[in-house]
Nanobody, 124 residues
Framework: QVQLVESGGGLVQAGGSLRLSCAAS????????CGWFRQAPGKEREFVGA???????HYADSVKGRFTISRGNDKATVYLQMDTLKHEDAAVYFC??????????????????WGQGNQVTVAS
């Protein structure tokens, strides 16, 4: 049974940092793209960034230069390092696994498996 389990969310002051983890089981995670998405209240789910099975990374313009996605040495975990957090980064963050081509990597419909979501709150 494939499972993605997220951890690491919480409350942080604006300008601070958080690291989210996405741990996979029941699958060879390194063979999949891992995407990060977020959803704020009343808004649609939006692409944050992704690391492809080829290890290249891609980010939304809104987080480029502040967020970093990486794979753990165990290859079963993907991290989302979030620095210089802003109030507008507050949302529920989801990790997801899929095998989309590069052109479709920002489309949430191209991901097969999803984590449970993790709340990130940024205090002013």
């Amino acid at each position: 049974q494939v499972q993605l389990v997220e951890s690491g969310g919480g409350l942080v002051q604006a300008g601070g940092s958080l690291r989210l983890s996405c741990a996979a089981s029941g699958m060879t995670f390194s063979n999949y793209n891992c995407g990060w998405f977020r959803q704020a209240p009343g808004k649609e789910r939006e692409f944050v960034g992704a690391i492809r099975w080829t290890s290249d990374t891609h980010y939304a313009d809104s987080v480029k230069g502040r967020f970093t996605i990486s794979r753990g040495n165990d290859k079963a975990t993907v991290y989302l390092q979030m620095d210089t957090l802003k109030h507008e980064d507050a949302a529920v963050y989801f990790c997801a696994a899929g095998r989309a081509s590069l052109s479709a990597i920002r489309d949430p419909n191209m991901y097969y498996y999803w984590g449970q979501g993790n709340q990130v709150t940024v205090a002013s």
